[in-house]
C-alpha cells in the first residue's frame, strides 16, 4: 500500500495517511528512549552528573555502590512540513505529480509523528507567500492539517518570504523541519533558505522528489518541454541523455555536499517509488533529534 499509483486511489488524505503508516509499521519495533520516567527499565552505574533523585538507596545498601535507575520514555517534539507548491510541483510521471507525492509523504508523516506525541505543523511556500498553520499535538489540529494540505495547488515560483523565520517563532526549543521540494530554483533560493534555517540550529530534512522520467531523460515522443514556472521551451535531444545525465549527476552531488556541510540530511527520492525509504530516514533522524 506504500506505492504511490495504489495510493492515487485513496480520494480522502486522513484515510490514506493511516493506511500507509498502519502498513508501514506492521511488525516495526519502534526504539524508545533511556531516562528518568514512571517504568522502570533498568539499572546503570552513576556518572558525576546524573540527576542524584534517580538514585537507587536499596541497591547502593546492597552493594555498596551507586546505581540510577533508567526507564523507557518517549520524548516529543514539534515538527514542521514545509512544502514548495511552486508551479515546478505540478510536474508529472506516469500520472503522479510531485505535489501529489508530497501530499502522501507530508500526511503519512504528520500522522506518525502525532502518533508519536508530536506537534505538527504546516508551511507553504507559494511565489513570495507563507501559509502558516502552527505547530500542535492535538488530533483535531492534525486534521486540519489535512485539510489544508489538500488545498495546496502548486503555483507561481518559489521565493522566500520575508517572515520565513516565523517558522520557529516562540519554540523555544530545537525543533525538526521536514521539507519537501523539487529543488526548482532559478537564483538559488532554495539555497538560501536553507542557509538561514540550518544556521537557526534545528533540525532540517530534505526530500528531493524527482520524476523517474527527468532522472533517466525519457519522456517519450515527446522532442520539446516547457518550463512550468517561466512557460519558456527548448528542444530535447534523446542523442544527449548520457551528457545530461552526467550533468545530472554532478548537480545532484552538488548538492548533497553542500547541505551536509549544513548539517542537513538530504535524500533524492523518485515519485514512482514507494513511500518505505523517505518513513524511514524520518524515524532515524526523529530518534537522532531526541533533545
Known sequence: MLDPKVLMTIKDLPLLARTVIDGFMNGFNKSKVKGPGLEFSQYRSYQPGDDLRWLDWRMFARSDRYYIRESEIET????????????????????????????????????????????????????????????????????????????????????????????????????????????????????????????????????????????DFDFGAYSTLEDLETGKTIEINTQQASTYQEKLKSHLDNIRMQLLGKHVFYRTIETSQPLDTALRDFLVQRNKGRF
Open 76 to 215: 516529543s517534539i514539534s515538527v514542521r512540513f514545509l512544502i514548495d507548491a511552486s508551479a515546478s510541483m505540478n510536474h508529472d510521471d506516469n500520472r503522479i505529480r510531485k505535489i501529489d507525492y508530497a501530499r502522501f509523504l507530508a500526511a503519512s508523516l504528520a500522522y506518525l509523528a502525532n502518533l508519536q506525541g508530536d506537534s505538527v505543523g504546516l508551511y507553504v511556500f507559494q511565489d513570495d507567500r507563507l501559509f502558516s498553520l502552527a505547530s500542535k499535538p492535538d488530533p483535531q489540529h492534525l486534521q486540519r492539517l489535512f485539510y489544508h494540505l489538500q488545498q495546496v495547488n502548486p503555483a507561481g515560483t518559489f521565493t522566500q518570504p520575508v517572515h520565513y523565520k516565523e517558522l520557529f517563532a516562540g519554540a523555544g526549543r530545537k525543533e525538526l523541519l521536514v521539507f519537501i521540494t523539487d529543488m526548482y530554483q532559478a537564483e538559488g533560493e532554495i539555497s538560501k533558505l536553507l542557509d538561514s534555517l540550518s544556521a537557526l540550529k534545528h533540525e532540517v530534512i530534505v526530500f528531493h522528489l524527482m520524476g523517474k522520467n527527468e532522472i
